[in-house]
T-cell receptor, first 114, second 109 residues
Framework: GAVVSQHPSWVICKSGTSVKIECRSLDFQATTMFWYRQFPKQSLMLMATSNEGSKATYEQGVEKDKFLINHASLTLSTLTVTSAHPEDSSFYIC??????????FGSGTRLTVV | QKEVEQDPGPLSVPEGAIVSLNCTYSNSAFQYFMWYRQYSRKGPELLMYTYSSGNKEDGRFTAQVDKSSKYISLFIRDSQPSDSATYLCAMSEDYKLSFGAGTTVTVRA
């Protein structure tokens, strides 16, 4: 089946620094990748949608200058949290989509900003 | 009002019982309906996927969709402790998924 690898699974960073999260589709080419944020005991909230080679589309209320998304190839998308602050601490999950593959999720990244 | 409503539970059942989960939605444009299972600190895993009203069965899992009532259900038969997880319903219009809040299920041995 389709596999999406997300790395790192867990990261702690200091306030003011930037953190990059990678999302790779291992055995298929993802036409679209999605980034979600999930708070404890809450559902997944879509942050942005990205297509390979084009700018990401951000959901209302998501700061595009803070959450930089790059989708450089059909198998890799990255989310960079810039100038992270404690309120950015959350569980970030990526999803990759392609025809005949549906939506496949990565295993998530737990970000803690101290 | 949220587009997708799901009772967060928690729901606790004895091993072997039937687990019944459901979601309601307000957007009649939703075309695809999914159920995901999420273990703690992991990404969601697709369990069931359907696009039409009616029942779909896969092993111990049965998904029901009633578009006229905007209501979907997931039933887990012969539940096992390994079924303990959070179950999320999800629906899509075009390419975006909208998720329910998730129901936390514990199956007691």
């Amino acid at each position: 089946g389709a596999v999406v690898s997300q790395h790192p699974s867990w990261v702690i960073c200091k306030s003011g620094t930037s953190v990059k999260i990678e999302c790779r589709s291992l055995d298929f080419q993802a036409t679209t990748m999605f980034w979600y944020r999930q708070f404890p005991k809450q559902s997944l909230m879509l942050m942005a949608t990205s297509n390979e080679g084009s700018k990401a589309t951000y959901e209302q209320g998501v700061e595009k200058d803070k959450f930089l998304i790059n989708h450089a190839s059909l198998t890799l998308s990255t989310l960079t949290v810039t100038s992270a602050h404690p309120e950015d601490s959350s569980f970030y999950i990526c999803s990759a989509s392609a025809t005949n593959y549906g939506y496949t999720f990565g295993s998530g990244t737990r970000l803690t900003v101290v | 009002q949220k587009e997708v409503e799901q009772d967060p539970g928690p729901l606790s059942v004895p091993e072997g019982a039937i687990v019944s989960l459901n979601c309601t939605y307000s957007n009649s444009a939703f075309q695809y309906f999914m159920w995901y299972r999420q273990y703690s600190r992991k990404g969601p895993e697709l369990l069931m996927y359907t696009y039409s009203s009616g029942n779909k069965e896969d092993g111990r899992f049965t998904a029901q969709v009633d578009k006229s009532s905007k209501y979907i259900s997931l039933f887990i038969r012969d539940s096992q402790p390994s079924d303990s997880a959070t179950y999320l319903c999800a629906m899509s219009e075009d390419y975006k998924l909208s998720f329910g809040a998730g129901t936390t299920v514990t199956v007691r041995a």
